[in-house]
Nanobody, 123 residues
Framework: QVQLVESGGGLVQAGGSLRLSCAAS????????MAWFRQAPGKEREFVGG????????VYADSGKGRFTISRDNAKNTVYLQMNSLKPEDTAVYYC????????????????WGQGTQVTVSS
C-alpha cells in the first residue's frame, strides 16, 4: 500500500515557476514508477510526465517538454515536478500517481493516487 500526498500548488503569474512535491508512504516507494497527471475543469485527466523507479528515463507529454522536469529522491520517498514558464493553460489540479513496472501514460494503469493540488496560472 502506498499513500501519496501532493503539495506546492498555488497561484502564480504566467511565466512564473512552481515546484510540486509528492510525498509517499511505504517501504516500496523506490520500486514504483511515478507520474504526474493534471485535470482542468471540464477536461479529462491527462498525463504530464513520469519517472521510472531508478530515476531514468523520464517521459513527458508534449505540453510540458522543455518547461517541466520530474525528479525523485528515493531516500526521501518524494517525487517532484518543477514547472517553469507557466502558462494559463497549465491551470489544473495536479495529481501524482504510482504504479509497479515502468511509466505509462494512461491514468488507468496507475494504482495509487494522491488527492491533488491546485495550480492556477494567471495571465
Amino acid at each position: 500500500q502506498v499513500q501519496l500526498v501532493e503539495s506546492g500548488g498555488g497561484l502564480v503569474q504566467a511565466g512564473g515557476s512552481l515546484r510540486l512535491s509528492c510525498a509517499a508512504s511505504g517501504r516500496t516507494f523506490s520500486t514504483y514508477a511515478m507520474a504526474w497527471f493534471r485535470q482542468a475543469p471540464g477536461k479529462e485527466r491527462e498525463f504530464v510526465g513520469g519517472i521510472n523507479w531508478s530515476g531514468s528515463p523520464t517521459v513527458y507529454a508534449d505540453s510540458g517538454k522543455g518547461r517541466f522536469t520530474i525528479s525523485r529522491d528515493n531516500a526521501k520517498n518524494t517525487v517532484y515536478l518543477q514547472m517553469n514558464s507557466l502558462k494559463p493553460e497549465d491551470t489544473a489540479v495536479y495529481y501524482c500517481a504510482a504504479k509497479g513496472g515502468v511509466v505509462r501514460t494512461r491514468s488507468s494503469d496507475y494504482t495509487y493516487w494522491g488527492q491533488g493540488t491546485q495550480v492556477t496560472v494567471s495571465s
